[in-house]
């Protein structure tokens, strides 16, 4: 048991200084080649941090448990969502650039629209809907790099430059070496760190008598979204707030078209029906539902008046806290 203590607590150490420098490289390359930070975390970031899901779902597919995927990306979408972004709304409301938010947002809804067509008309997940999700994620690629490249040509005069530098340093942005080591070596810590916290968080749970059914809701459930937590926690810390907001959104997105995308298309699967509510599959009543609703409340006001306030944090917390409820409940 010391052992595994220990373990978790290195687990702790990683993933909090690879938030560290994950959010350092992160803003030292929006700073150098001129692109906002929402837009940096809405991509670069997003597939760091998403990285651990898409190898859990490979193998998982491969292995013949793609219905894996389909849990674990709805239910990313939710946490990042109700969870993640709420801290951020709540504890750092403030503007969002609807410019930058208005790409990520789109695509999300396109791709969610994909899903739930697949979800409640046909009932299964075909490899042809795996291939759409991954040709909606090399399009909006495409389209990310382009207006990345056309915003590095153009001045910013959104984002002050002291402000947006790593901490400590005012002098000038980092070099792009520096800035992709530090974004590389800080994802692979962060990784490494939320696999020692989820294994051994497990163990400790477990030899304290805590049910196999919490554990899943709350450690697993939390802890796949580790990497987003722990970006959206330093990223306040750090008041790139935008980088947070651009992270979830883009996580979410990638949820959605490149874990579950790449695992249907190597083992489709149909839709999950072993866990039933009011007599209902509880995925078409109560997950896919709640998976729209929190990504409604999170981006449409936000693209409205331009920016994120208190009350939609507190609503998504709420929100969250009674879906672990149902969930515990039912």
Known sequence: MVVTVLLFILGLVLLIKGGDWFVDGSVGIARRFNVPELLIGATVVSIGTTLPEVLVSAGAAVSGQSQLAYGNAIGSVICNTALIAAISATLTPGPCERKSLKLPVIFFFIAAGVYSIAAYVFGT???LTGIILLAIFVVYMFLTVKKAFAASKEPDFS????DSLPAGDNKEAPSIGKSV???VVGAAMIAFGADLLIDNGTLIAQALGVPQ???GLT???IGTSL??????ITSIRKKHGALSVGNVIGANLFNLVLVSGLAVTLSPFDVPAEKQLFGMNASFVLDLPVMWAVMLIF????????KISRAQGIILLAIYAAFLTV???F
């Open 159 to 162: 984002q002050p430059l002291p």
């Open 327 to 329: 969930q515990l409940l």
């Open 181 to 183: 080591l530090l974004l």
């Open 227 to 232: 990497p987003e937590l722990i970006t959206a």
């Open 125 to 127: 997940f075909s490899r």
């Open 219 to 221: 450690i697993i459930a």
């Open 299 to 306: 981006t449409l006001p936000a693209l409205v008046r331009n």
């Open 213 to 215: 059914s919490v554990i």
